[in-house]
């Protein structure tokens, strides 16, 4: 069965470091979404992607966040000066449409840990 | 702004037993509920989805129910074995701006003993 597929599993990265975490959603899916959790909490939406744009994103999602699809496969999200409560677990997800009957199927997820 | 809450927060059951996992949702407003089984330090499988028309789906063991009336939705698990101990999510997905966004319960974290 056709996966959504996060690397790396683990980064490691120092405060204030630029960190990209990437994703490879299922290949006839059009709609990308990142999640994160951070450990001990609930998941939380961050931002939906659509077309290479974002479509909806949350408070959480700030100038310090990026999101790209930089080629037919890839969808990347990028925190640019990272800080040590962007801690957490990152999951992509992907759906083939948006219709309310679509599944959002997630990847494995990123354990991001800010030093 | 839509709250999802799951009850309980953790669950133990002698193997064998059927259980029921619950979820509630603030706003009835919702599009479909999903539910999830996340594995220690893994991602979110997804095991139903019911479409806010519908009012029960089934899986093998697995039946989600949804009550939007009452803003509730139940997990059933039946004859439960060691191999279903994971934490379960519920996820109510609402349509907000374009584009829907799935927000989540805390977990129910389940364990089935041998």
């Known amino acids: 069965e056709p996966e959504v597929t996060q690397t790396p599993s683990h980064q490691v990265t120092q405060m204030g470091q630029e960190v990209i975490l990437r994703c490879v959603p299922i290949?006839?899916?059009?709609?990308f979404y990142w999640y994160r959790q951070i450990l001990g909490q609930k998941v939380e939406f961050l931002v939906s992607f659509y077309n290479n744009e974002i479509s909806e994103k949350s408070e959480i999602f700030d100038d310090q966040f990026s999101v790209e699809r930089p080629d037919g496969s890839n969808f990347t999200l990028k925190i640019r000066s990272t800080k040590l409560e962007d801690s957490a677990m990152y999951f992509c997800?992907?759906?083939?449409?948006?219709?309310?009957?679509?599944?959002?199927?997630f990847g494995d997820g990123t354990r991001l840990s800010i030093l | 702004k839509q709250e999802v809450t799951q009850i309980p927060a953790a669950l133990s059951v002698p193997e064998g037993e059927n259980l029921v996992l619950n979820c509630s949702f603030t706003?009835?407003?919702?599009?479909?509920l999903q539910w999830f089984r996340q594995d220690p330090g893994k991602g979110l499988t997804s095991l139903l989805l019911i479409q806010s028309s519908q009012r029960e789906q089934t899986s093998g063991r697995l039946n989600a129910s949804l009550d939007k009336s009452s803003g509730r939705s139940t997990l059933y698990i039946a004859a439960s074995q060691p191999g279903d101990s994971a934490t379960y999510l519920c996820a109510g997905l609402n349509y907000g701006g374009s584009q829907g966004n799935l927000i989540f319960g805390k977990g129910t974290k389940l364990s089935v003993k041998p």
């Open positions: 290949s006839n899916h059009l709609y």
């Open positions: 706003d009835s407003a919702i599009y479909n």
């Open positions: 997800a992907s759906s083939v449409f948006r219709t309310p009957a679509q599944p959002q199927h």
